[in-house]
């Protein structure tokens, strides 16, 4: 049986710390890919002038072009709608019947976890993988496998407005997703 671990998100835009988590957490559970899974319309996060479903889904093929284990996955824009985990796993896991699947979320997230919609069906699908995130609790009542990796404080709302300041994101994003930021001139950004 495969073992698949899932990370979700926004990805607006997908950064060094999204990689980094995908990649350690890969090589810690042994695991045969981890795909990286954007949204298509999140039930928390809408911001008016955010990129686009495609948009995002397109960094993230970027991102993890020459990474080795990870990969883009498109299947909420498919689906399409507000994305809820348990409804994607249901279908994932239903569609993907040899494959196990591991959902991947940030130390900000794990005690959030309680109030997800339909947590307890969830956790008959799919173990969750638990980050340490800086500054989050990162404990909670569902049980979550917490795996260590280095932790770095970085945000995709940061290099948002570091694009909106003319800053640079040098390091924090892959050069192919800047590129494309510029070219789409995404966040407030010039082509220089």
Not at 21 to 48: C, F, S
Not at 67 to 84: H, I, P, Y
Request: negative net charge; without cysteine; aromatic residues 8%.
């Amino acid at each position: 049986m495969k073992r698949i671990g899932i990370l979700g998100g926004t990805f607006n835009p997908p950064h060094t710390g999204h990689l980094l988590i995908a990649n350690e957490v890969r090589y810690a559970l042994q695991l045969d890919e981890v795909w990286l899974m954007p949204t298509a319309v999140p039930p928390h996060k809408v911001a008016v002038g955010d990129a686009t479903a495609e948009q995002r889904l397109q960094m993230v093929k970027l991102a993890v072009d020459e990474v080795d284990g990870l990969r883009a996955s498109s299947f909420e824009m498919e689906r399409g709608g507000v994305s809820f985990t348990y409804d994607t796993m249901s279908q994932l896991v239903q569609d993907e019947a040899d494959v196990h699947f591991h959902f991947i979320i940030g130390g900000d997230m794990i005690d959030q976890l309680p109030t997800w919609y339909r947590i307890e069906d969830l956790l008959d699908i799919v173990t969750f993988i638990g980050v340490k995130r800086p500054g989050a609790d990162n404990a909670s009542a569902i049980p979550v496998q917490l795996v260590e990796t280095p932790q770095l404080d970085l945000s995709s709302t940061l290099i948002r407005q570091r694009f909106v300041e003319g800053g640079t994101v040098q390091l924090l994003i892959p050069p192919a997703v800047e590129a494309y930021i510029r070219e789409e001139r995404l966040y407030g950004s010039t082509t220089s």
